[in-house]
């Protein structure tokens, strides 16, 4: 099936077309740095920047793909959850596009579409797969046995998530927003074992698949805080890399055992985390070493993109899922449990 996605959760208006398991065209335009100086995506610019980009975005993504848009099967759309008016807009553009072409609309999950995506890079998911969704919002391990119907939580974070994490201790070092992709730059550059910083949840008595990395960000930033005020210097790189050491050694440790209590030996990372190169090093070496096969997508299909859209498009069409009534709206709040927003069944 040829489908089309897209993509306004939070700060990047993506726009993707995918046919079946293959990736067409991934247009993204990022409002991120319109939103720098206030250190935080602000709600209001992101959804008056998706409105400036959306359609330019979709006519550069059919151009790409060299397609018509009446040649889709179905146009998908991230229904939830994200920042309502950010939502919004993708949500109303996909209805118009949908209804005025005459093609199925799907309303879909922006978490199973993190998890979804990685079809493009390595082929339809295993059954069952287990998945680390590690991103700006959530941090979680999810058993899939079908990624448009079925995905069941074993665990995750009781206050931030990775990606979070990242963010903040980001700014502690004064390294600017997004901190993800600065963190793990400035961490190569230093030493991972020069710092212990505290692994979350990781005692006998804790629940073996939640995590937590509230204590940890606040452990960094007394460490960074005693070190100021002692009139030292801060080494930001050994922070960054022990930091990233600590995240990175649960998350995996933790994701190896899920996969070895529930019988799984296909374990898929995804979400804007899962473009760390530390996380992606370790997992290899972890999973290696316990006989699971490691799935991750590239890094520019880890963070939030039209193309995972397409691709969870793709496979509810190929899948014949219920599409989506012309009256969608969009949930900020959508559970990762539901999927996709089926048109609901009218009974009189
Ligand atoms: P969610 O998917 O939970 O709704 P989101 O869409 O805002 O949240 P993503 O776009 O999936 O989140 O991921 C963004 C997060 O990923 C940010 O917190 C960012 O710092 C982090 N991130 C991006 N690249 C890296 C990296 N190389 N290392 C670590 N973190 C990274
Ligand atoms: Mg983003
Ligand atoms: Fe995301």
Known sequence: PLVLGIETSCDE???GIVRGTTLLADAVASSVNDHARFGGVVPEIASRAHLEAMVPTIQRALDTAGIKASDLDGIAVTAGPGLAGALLVG???A?????????????????????????LEHGRLPEPTMALLVSGGHSSLLLTSDITSDVRPLG????????????????????????GPVVDRMAREGDRKAIHFPRGLSGPKDPEYDFSFSGLKTAVARWVEAKRRAGEDVPVADVAASFQEAVTDVLTRKAVKACKDNDVDHLMIGGGVAANSRLRAMAEQRCERAGIRLRVPRPGLCTDNGAMVAALGAEMVWRNREPSALDLSADSSLPLTEVSIAAPVHTD
């Open 91 to 93: 949500v109303s553009a």
């Open 95 to 119: 209805k118009a596009y949908a209804w005025a072409l005459d093609k199925p609309l799907y309303g879909v999950n922006h978490l199973a579409s993190h998890i979804c995506v990685d079809q």
């Open 156 to 179: 995750a974070t009781i206050d931030d998530a990775a990606g979070e994490a990242f963010d903040k201790v980001a700014r502690v070092l004064g390294l600017g927003f997004p901190g």
């Open 13 to 15: 208006t993506g726009v």
